[in-house]
């Protein structure tokens, strides 16, 4: 608490530093205070957050506005401004690169740049690659993983008045200094990659929409499946839509859908199948036409939960209350059970906490699992395993992506993580489990549930195979059908109905305490400042963590009225102890 208070008060101080030397635009000034003010956040933590440490320390500090003397505040901009209409594109990967490269020579012929923002790496070397062709010299990507000289000697290329520019960026490069952006664009609107590490939780596409409105130049959200947010936004025509906007795609590719319910082994005695008889073929043909495969699963792990067969409770981690994770190993004495919220790990000889049983069934189907029981059934098949475990860094994700596409005849095993770094075709595609996603307490769940099997679905060249046990949820049903459309309007009426975003605000006041009693009258003290509105209380799903009991009050209130000024003005009074959320990834 106290580290933070102290990075904070530093941000500040070089806010003012910076504002001093005014080397960023007034337009990226004030972009930045609307950003904060919508996250409830500090400016200094919004700041430091928006501007990556090489730019402050090696740039900002050492240079001065290039066109200083030579620009119009924000309201003489405005004056004689209008704001454009918010658009939106959706098609896939080529489709939307094909738009990249007209428009950005559109704004060229304007004399305006553009700047592409981007919510990973991965993301943005992909699309470098795609639309930098014949225009190597205005194209520019900036991101946390190139060397520091480089961004450094790019960025002054980058920033230079006298030509217009492309650029390609991640949240922390959005900064740069230019005051001719003509387009923002947000590059995979959809992707849940939006959200800053750490706190304050800024959602770069929020700060891409200020920084479109206080330039008055157009913001263009693009996107494969866009998001639900931006669906609603064309439903009610505040945002307009571009060529192409597809909601439906059909590759052609063949589908197989494993209903686990019906194809449940006949005999009780026989063991369960993992890889269900479609999955398995697919797998045979692989190895035998020298193919690849990719294979989903919800989690990590062999076994993602165990349950107790005497009195039918969940095998828990005596610290911290979560689902415990069984690891089989080749050998016996390697199984052990592992928690992966605080780290815990507990051999085999455990028993349940409830009623002292030994007698624990192992459920669920994991990642190492699958490729265990692909193993088993092809023991020369290479299988690759890309998850938290095996790919704690990208740079190892990376190196398994490689080696799985240069032996040919193999299948990798992964879990959502996997996704981001398959970056071509594959003959088949499967999801192995997904269903255990559905109980996780996010309002957004379906929707990434949807974009995942959406995905995964279009990267398939022979075959997509799904084993579920809800083959007719409205998530998965849609996203094998190809039907954006049809999902988005059944996952909006949803959201309208329990008063979720894109129709209202959430606001997540997090405290925990050694004490319950502590944590919760905290909350239920800040629960009662929105009057006459009132936070609802309740004790968090992941209840106690470390030796700490956790509360959350969870305020709604309709979009339209966020930012609110009184309520920032509350939410900015509580300590730091308080831990604030708008608009959370989840409620838990
Ligand atoms: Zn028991
Ligand atoms: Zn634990």
């Known amino acids: 608490m106290k580290e933070e208070l102290k990075s904070s008060s530093f941000a500040l101080r070089r806010l003012g530093e910076i504002e001093g030397e005014s ?3 007034p337009q990226f000034m004030n972009a930045a205070l609307d950003t904060a003010r919508f996250h409830a956040a500090s400016a200094g933590a919004t700041f430091k957050t928006l501007v990556g440490a090489v730019i402050l320390d090696s740039i900002a500090k050492s240079s001065q506005d290039p066109n200083r003397g030579n620009i119009k505040s924000p309201t003489e901009i405005a004056e004689n401004n209008t704001l454009p209409q918010i658009s939106a594109v959706a098609g896939n990967e080529d489709e939307i690169a094909t738009f990249y490269k007209t428009h950005i020579r559109e704004q060229f012929a304007k004399g305006r740049s553009a700047l592409i923002c981007v919510p990973t790496t991965e993301n943005g070397n992909a699309l470098f690659e795609k639309i930098s062709k014949g225009l190597e010299d205005k194209v520019f990507i900036f991101n946390g993983e190139i060397k520091k000289k480089e961004i450094i000697k790019n960025w002054r290329m980058a920033a230079d008045p006298k030509h217009t ?13 230019r005051r001719d952006w003509g387009a923002v664009i947000v590059a995979d609107e959809g992707s ?8 304050p939780r800024i959602d770069f596409r929020q700060f891409a929409r200020c920084l479109a409105a206080r330039n008055f130049c157009e913001l263009i959200l693009c996107g494969f499946v866009l998001s639900a947010k931006t669906y609603s936004g064309v439903q009610s025509e505040e945002i307009a839509k571009r060529n192409p906007f597809r909601f439906r795609y059909q590759n052609g590719v063949a589908v197989e859908i494993w209903d686990m319910k019906k194809n449940k082994t006949q005999k009780k005695s026989a063991p369960f199948k993992v890889i269900g008889d479609e999955l398995e073929k697919s797998i045979r043909d692989t190895w035998s036409s020298k193919g690849n495969m990719f294979i989903l699963t919800a989690r990590k792990g062999s076994f993602p939960y165990t349950i107790c067969r005497d009195c039918g409770r969940p095998v828990l981690c005596g610290k911290c209350s979560s689902q415990l994770v069984l690891y089989s190993g080749v050998k016996e004495k390697d199984r052990r059970y592992v928690c992966h919220r605080c780290g815990s790990i507990y051999d085999t000889k455990l028993r349940c906490r409830t009623c002292n049983s030994w007698n624990l069934v192992p459920l669920g189907i994991g990642a190492l699992r699958v490729a265990e029981s692909i193993k088993g059934l092809m023991p020369e098949l290479p299988v690759f395993v890309l998850d938290a475990d095996t790919a704690p ?13 240069s032996s040919p005849g193999s299948v990798l095993v992964g879990t959502k993580a996997a996704c981001a770094y398959i970056d071509r075709p594959l003959d088949y595609s499967a999801v192995a489990s997904i269903d255990s996603l559905f109980s996780i307490p996010n309002y957004g769940i379906n929707e990434e549930i949807f974009r995942t099997i959406f995905n995964l679905k279009e990267l398939a060249e022979k075959k997509f195979i799904i084993q579920t046990r809800n083959p007719d949820s409205v998530a998965i049903k849609h996203a094998i059908s190809g039907n954006a459309a049809d999902f988005m309007s059944e996952e909006l009426k949803f959201r309208k109905q329990f008063k979720y975003p894109p129709y209202f605000t959430l606001i997540k006041i997090s405290f925990k305490h050694k004490s319950e009693s502590a944590a919760k009258s905290a909350v239920e003290k800040a629960s009662t400042m929105f009057n006459p509105d009132r936070a609802v209380v309740y004790k968090s799903f992941i209840g106690y963590i470390k030796g700490f009991h956790i509360y959350n009050a969870l305020l709604k209130i309709p979009a339209v009225n966020w930012p609110d000024d009184r309520f920032v003005a509350i939410l900015k009074s509580f300590p730091p102890s308080f831990n604030i959320e708008i ?3 989840n409620i838990a």
């Open 165 to 177: 520019v492309a650029v390609i960026s991640t949240g922390a490069f959005l900064c740069l200094h």
């Open 192 to 199: 849940t990659h939006w959200i800053s590490v750490g706190r």
């Open 393 to 405: 860094t990208k740079s190892k994700a990376r190196k398994i992506i490689k080696d799985f596409f």
């Open 583 to 585: 608009n959370p990834e």
């Open 23 to 25: 080397y960023f635009t």
